[in-house]
């Protein structure tokens, strides 16, 4: 999600590291942090959101720790807005879908299965519903619990008992065949999910980390590409066996 460019912020000083920049300004893009001292020759000191690991906040001053192990001191009026709106922008969710395989495919219209498509959206559902309720929060917190690891393992191991119910309802025997099939198709995603649980517990207790933040944020990212690819598995395993008129 793209948000408009927040600044020019008056800084009545900035210091790199032990360097004094005197006054400046600073703005905030979707990209970077650019801070623009007019009393130095040099070209504006762009700082890209993926190097800063922290910032911190206290009366009339503003503290952003690197990655590289540099700290920047910003003084101004509003420090405290200028923290939020950097790591609102820090903690932007990563693009999940665009590289995605098997997700928004038309598999459908090729004549293997009718009901391709329909399987396929209701397979994403999930991911796509939690992507949904993290876009309205600003909160990391109500972010990271929108990807909520157990709540979306039962969901699909909901869908996964559904597909197989549909195929073979009345027959006991197929059904749990079936059933056990993509279970196991599935069980990268279970440990995806796994792992995102993990990953969502250490940033939910420090939630200013944003290398923890970061951690889950690629983990949610493999997540999405683990569900595409166990789509694709699940999808042929659905094509051998087709719902019954």
Do not use: Y
Not at 45 to 55: E, F, K, M, Q, T
Not at 116 to 143: I, Y
Not at 160 to 186: C, K, M, Q, W, Y
Request: hydrophobic share 45%.
């Amino acid at each position: 999600m793209m948000h408009r460019a927040r600044g020019p912020v008056p800084l009545t000083a900035t210091r790199v590291g032990p360097t004094d920049l005197g006054a400046a300004t600073a703005a905030i893009d979707d990209d970077a942090l650019t801070i623009v001292a007019p009393a130095d020759d040099d070209a504006p000191l762009r700082v890209r959101l993926a190097n800063i690991d922290g910032v911190a906040s206290a009366p009339g001053q503003l503290s952003i720790a690197l990655r590289d192990g540099t700290r920047l001191t910003l003084v101004c009026d509003a420090p405290l807005e200028l923290h939020d709106e950097l790591l609102v922008r820090c903690r932007a969710l990563p693009e999940l879908t665009r590289t995605l395989r098997g997700f928004g495919s038309r598999r459908g219209s090729r004549g293997v299965r009718d009901s391709a498509h329909v399987d396929q959206q209701r397979f994403f559902a999930p991911l796509l519903d939690a992507r949904r309720r993290a876009w309205g929060t600003r909160e990391p917190a109500s972010t990271i619990a929108a990807f909520d690891g157990a709540s979306l393992a039962a969901a699909f191991e909901a869908i996964i008992a559904s597909f197989a119910a549909e195929r073979h309802g009345e027959n006991a025997p197929a059904r749990r065949a079936l059933t056990a099939e993509l279970v196991d198709l599935s069980e990268p995603l279970r440990d995806a999910l796994e792992a995102l649980r993990t990953a969502a517990a250490d940033a939910t207790k420090a939630t200013e980390d944003l290398r923890l933040w970061r951690a889950w944020a690629m983990q949610l990212r493999a997540t999405f590409e683990t569900a595409d690819r166990v789509w694709l598995t699940l999808d042929a395993a659905l094509d051998a066996s087709p719902t019954k008129p």
